[in-house]
């Protein structure tokens, strides 16, 4: 069975803290992805992954970085937090042919005080 | 910009009717197509994939694809208050861009 673990499901951070968001897939999907998605502006990719060590910028990944050092693992880092950062941040995978979809962990909801 | 549209709703049907959701595309290359229910609070999860023209049944699902009109559909019936949730679009855009382009979801509600 498909299965996306995201670290946590809550967390509470104060602004200008340095944040780890940690998700790991089991299903040796090449491709991993970070999404935020806020009320009324869908899904948007922050950054995605599609080898170990491998990154590239979504459509908006400022104030956000990554690190995918094991195949497994994809970890979204937002090094100095911010108010504007609150959000429901979801970790998805895929597997590395172009026609498969997409598996979604069960999200984090950030709050930034 | 590739976009996927979707009618944001509410989309209001009565317990045991059909529930038709609709979505269009505008990447004529596109390959392969899904539909995802995400409950309020909750993550997105994949109910339907679809790769070719005509139709796909699963149980109470079924999902339309007509390439030529670059449109998809997802019709439930039977439609119950536990299908209430947000349906989300997704496109496989096939630009090797490894990420789905998804649709901003339309909001179905069932009445008991």
């Known amino acids: 069975d498909v299965k996306v673990t995201q670290s946590s499901r809550y967390l509470v951070k104060r602004t200008g803290e340095k944040v780890f968001l940690e998700c790991v897939q089991d299903m040796d999907h090449e491709n991993m992805f970070w999404y935020r998605q806020d009320p009324g502006l869908g899904l948007r990719l922050i950054y995605f992954?599609?080898?170990?060590?491998?990154?590239e910028k979504g459509d908006i990944p400022e104030g956000y970085s990554v690190s995918r050092e094991k195949k497994e693992r994809f970890s979204l880092i937002l090094e100095s937090a911010s108010t504007n950062q609150t959000s429901m941040y979801l970790c998805?995978?895929?597997?590395?042919?172009?026609?498969?979809?997409?598996?979604f962990g069960a999200g984090t909801r950030l709050s930034v005080l | 910009q590739k976009e996927v549209e979707q009618n944001s709703g509410p989309l209001s049907v009565p317990e045991g009717a059909i529930a038709s959701l609709n979505c269009t595309y505008s990447?004529?290359?596109?390959?392969?197509f899904f539909w995802y229910r995400q409950y309020s609070g909750k993550s997105p999860e994949l109910i339907m994939s679809?790769?070719?023209?005509g139709d796909k049944e699963d149980g109470r699902f079924t999902a339309q694809l007509n390439k030529a009109s670059q449109y998809v559909s997802l019709l439930i019936r039977d439609s119950q208050p536990s299908d209430s949730a947000t349906y989300l679009c997704a496109v496989n855009e096939d630009t090797g861009r490894r990420a789905l382009t998804f649709g901003s979801g339309t909001r179905l509600q069932v009445q008991p």
């Open positions: 990447d004529r290359v596109s390959q392969s």
């Open positions: 998805a995978s895929r597997h590395g042919t172009d026609q498969g979809a997409q598996y």
């Open positions: 679809i790769y070719s023209n």
């Open positions: 992954s599609y080898d170990v060590k491998m990154k």
